[in-house]
């Protein structure tokens, strides 16, 4: 029996996202290296901190998991033998792909949430690409609403949306979890580790086991929720 992950429609599709994603990463590592010989003025001086609601970086980028983070979530859902799977950060759909292709061998759904419409449409048609409507929906904004009505059972959460979210959004589904449902979150690189973010939080929370995995350029927590 094939995997649907190894299906020519899902394959065809994750590979041309794949690469629309790498393309756009080159011509902004481009951008930032033109701008930094422009600018005489360090590149840490002129950061500044971006609302995900408000910034073109956001509605337009990628931002999403590369093939071997896919392959590990596709992995972890089909072991877990998870149905019912949420998803905070849609984005253009390539995670979705993988968790609604282990959906479909599950015989799950995935529950998706996107602010931006454009990204949305997009997943949406990735989905139809590859064969997979049927395993997803997307909802659309804030994810704190939209994900909100949620009431369980739900077997495996991946969080890869805005960071300070991480916490509210997987509060508000805790009490959906089953017992041993799996949480996921990406770019833990990109905490501090500090009291009250998302990593320093997740791995001292008593209803979790959780561990840390880099892999390809970012880091993965993966928790067990102990309940």
């Not at 849609?90 to 792909?97: A, D, Q, R, V």
């Not at 833990?188 to 001292?204: A, C």
Request: charged content about 25%.
């Amino acid at each position: 029996m094939t995997d649907t992950l190894d299906r020519d429609d899902v394959v065809r599709t994750l590979e041309r996202e794949h690469g629309e994603a790498r393309v756009q990463a080159e011509a902004r590592r481009q951008a930032r290296e033109a701008d930094n010989t422009a600018n005489s003025e360090p590149p840490a001086a002129r950061r500044t901190q971006r609302d995900f609601r408000q910034a073109e970086h956001y509605q337009h980028a990628y931002l999403a998991i590369g093939p071997p983070q896919g392959a590990l979530l596709y992995m972890l859902a089909r072991a877990a033998g998870a149905r019912h799977i949420v998803e905070f950060g849609s984005s253009f759909g390539i995670s979705t792909l993988y968790l609604a292709a282990a959906a479909e061998d599950n015989d799950g759904r995935v529950i998706g949430s996107e602010y931006y419409a454009n990204k949305r449409d997009h997943a949406l048609g990735n989905l139809a690409d590859a064969g997979l409507s049927q395993r997803a929906e997307i909802r659309l904004g804030d994810a704190r609403e939209t994900l909100g009505d949620i009431t369980g059972p739900v077997d495996l959460v991946f969080l890869d949306g805005h960071k300070p979210l991480y916490l509210p959004v997987l509060e508000g589904l805790v009490d959906q979890l089953t017992p041993g449902a799996w949480v996921v979150a990406d770019n833990l690189d990109h905490f501090d580790e500090t009291p009250g973010d998302f990593r320093h939080e997740i791995l001292r929370d008593a209803r979790f086991t959780t561990r840390l995995m880099p892999i390809g350029r970012g880091m993965f927590s993966v928790s067990r929720y102990c309940d």
